[in-house]
Structures are given as C-alpha cells and as structure tokens.
C-alpha cells in the first residue's frame, strides 16, 4: 500500500514539473521571438502573396467587400482583391504605389533642413555693403578700413600732413559737425609724407582726404578732397549728406 502511494506521489510530481517547463517555455514560443525581431519590408508585391504579408506592408484598407471566397480591400488609392487569403490580382503599377506611399513628404524633406538666417548686424552690414564705395590700393585691392572706426559709430576720419593750410580750420568744422550726432566719431591721422606706409595704405593722393565710414567699415562716399571755404567756414557739406546717409 505504501509503496502504490509512493508511486502515484511521483508520477503527480512530475506531471506538475511538465506542465512548469511548459508554462516558462511555452509551444510556439520560439516562433513569437522570430515574429519579434523586425525585418526588412518587402518591396516586391506580387499575386500569390500571402493577405497577412500584404497588410505587414500597407496596412489595414479602408473597406472590405467579400462573396463567397474572393474579397475585395479598398484603400484610398488603389484596390486590391483576394482569393482564399492571398492576393489575387493588385494593380500593374503596384511597385509605384509602393514607392510612393514609402517616400518621404515635403514635410519631412524640410524637418531637416538648415535655413541660416544672418544675425541682425551681418545682415545690416551686407546691406550697408551693397551701398558702399570702393578705393583700390596700387595692387588692385579693395583699402580696409575696419580699423578706423570707432565701435558701433559712423566714423568722420580726416586724414593730413601737419603743416598743411587750412587743416586746422577743417578739424575744427568738423568737430563742430561731429558732435552734433551722438553716434558719429571724428577722427584725425597724420599720414606725416606722402611716401609713408600709411599713405599707401590708405591709397591717399592729397589732404586734405576726408573719409565718412559706418559701423562696419564701408566707405559711404568718395572721399571729399576739394573744399572750398564760405564766409570764414569750409564748406563740408558733402560730409553731412554721408554722415545723414550712415545713420
């Protein structure tokens, strides 16, 4: 008696062991790991292909009519029918509809696009550019004149050779001028002889040479050169005008 009740206790403990194996390790399982792992779509669509396939690629259709065996799905585009769960006859240009559908919007052609938008002062100073003059030193190139001006000011630069007639007069008009303006800077450079290293910098052929700059360095005029001298005052008029024109 004892040696039956052992036996049927061992066979119910392993029938409880079986069934754990088969609760962690359940049938099919190797499958639903396989079902998991993401494939590649596949692009070539043709009859015979199983429905479950077809909708992997395109989805659930809009609509469905069915009769008997054969089904007919209705997407937006196109339709496509079925006989016993593959698919029977789809559109001759099915590779087309694919790649039409898979291809990215315009929306998302532009998400990655850069649009670099210069900052306010670059966009100022390309502006300013297009508006400026040009003087060329003997190699042909344009005279920089960045390192005159005065941060954030309209710089008034009046170049001279000390001795010169009438400097004197003109530095004090146009100091007189300048500070008129809160944003305009006046500057005087003594280029000392006309075969200095500034001279043929600066491309000067005579003083005196008055030279109106923007923020940025552009030359807003050519420089004024010929003045002439009104009623005890120099006539800088000119000055003005590209002072008015830089602000």
């Given at each position: ?107 998302d052609k532009i998400k990655d696009v850069k649009i670099s938008i210069p900052a306010p002062r670059e966009l100022k100073a390309a502006l300013a550019k297009r508006k400026s003059f040009a003087i060329l030193d003997s190699h042909g190139n344009p005279v920089d004149h960045s390192k005159l001006v005065s941060s954030g000011k309209v710089t ?92």
């Open positions: 008696m004892n040696t039956r009740f052992i036996l049927m206790t061992c066979a119910f403990l392993s029938l409880l062991v079986g069934c754990s194996e088969q609760t962690q390790n359940p049938v099919g399982s190797e499958n639903a790991d396989s079902a998991n792992t993401s494939e590649p779509v596949a692009t070539s669509i043709t009859n015979g292909m199983p429905v479950a396939e077809f909708l992997r690629i395109f989805g659930e259709p809009k609509g469905r009519l069915s009769r008997g065996s054969k089904e007919l799905m209705l997407y937006e585009d196109f339709q496509v029918s079925l006989v016993d769960n593959t698919v029977n006859d789809i559109p001759v240009d099915m590779e087309q509809i694919y790649k039409d559908l898979t291809a990215p919007s315009t929306l008034v630069v009046q170049f001279y050779v000390e001795g010169s007639p009438g400097s004197a007069l003109i530095q004090s008009n146009l100091t007189d001028i300048t500070s008129a303006y809160e944003r305009v800077a006046f500057k005087q450079i003594d280029i000392v002889s006309w075969d200095s290293d500034l001279s043929r910098k600066y491309h000067i052929g005579s003083v005196p040479d008055i030279r109106v700059l923007d923020p940025y360095g552009n030359l807003i005029s050519q420089p004024v050169t010929r003045l002439e001298t009104v009623e005890g005052h120099v006539d800088l008029e000119r000055v003005k005008v590209a002072i008015e024109k830089a602000l």
